[in-house]
Each structure stands twice: as structure tokens, then as C-alpha cells.
């Protein structure tokens, strides 16, 4: 990596808005690669790549990456042990069949 501009994670919120229906800049991930778990919005986007490329904040590992296309998109959370996405408690669980 010779380019160590990046952008806040902030910013993925929009471009993940269109995938989900929930606010993911609140949302927790963990990093398979060192175990930090934080938000979402803390990771170094880098969108100087094909696509947007989200780094972990304390290793650099890649941790998400998004890929749009006129027609689809496509999103690879490999480097992310989970995606802790808050809910509002007013949503029945489990939801109603
Ligand atoms: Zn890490």
C-alpha cells in the first residue's frame, strides 16, 4: 500500500444505505485478522480502488469490500468476523411469518 490517504468510514453510509435498510454507520464489526472490534464508521476507506476498500483501523487488514455496477452490487465482508447491526426494539423477534 503506497497511497495512505483514506477516507472516514463515515462515508460508506450512503453506498451501504442502498443494500440495507438500517443506519450501518452504528453497526460493530470485529477484525478476523486482530480481533479489534469496533464501528463500522471507524474504518480507513480507501475508494481510490475498483470499488471501496474498508481497513481496520488498528492493523489495515481489509476487513469489507463494495463493488457497485450499474445493475447490482457486490459486497465481500471477508476480514470481518461479524456485522453487529443495532435494531429498534419496536421490531417483533423473531419477525412474524
Ligand atoms: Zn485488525
Known amino acids: 500500500m503506497t497511497d495512505m490517504s483514506y477516507l472516514d ?26 480481533g479489534t472490534v469496533g464501528p463500522m464508521a471507524g474504518l480507513h476507506v480507501f475508494s481510490h480502488a475498483p470499488g471501496l476498500i474498508g481497513r481496520c483501523p488498528a492493523c489495515s487488514e481489509v476487513m469489507l469490500r463494495l463493488v457497485r455496477a450499474p445493475d447490482r452490487a ?3 465482508l471477508r476480514g470481518s468476523t461479524y456485522l453487529q447491526v443495532p435494531l429498534p426494539m419496536d421490531q417483533p423477534y423473531p419477525p412474524p411469518l
Do not use: I, K
Not at 450512503?14 to 486482530?34: H, I, K, Q
Open 9 to 34: 468510514g463515515n462515508m460508506l453510509d450512503g453506498p451501504l444505505r442502498e443494500l440495507f435498510a438500517v443506519d450501518l454507520s452504528a453497526a460493530t464489526g470485529r477484525c478476523e485478522s486482530c
Open 74 to 76: 457486490w459486497l465481500d
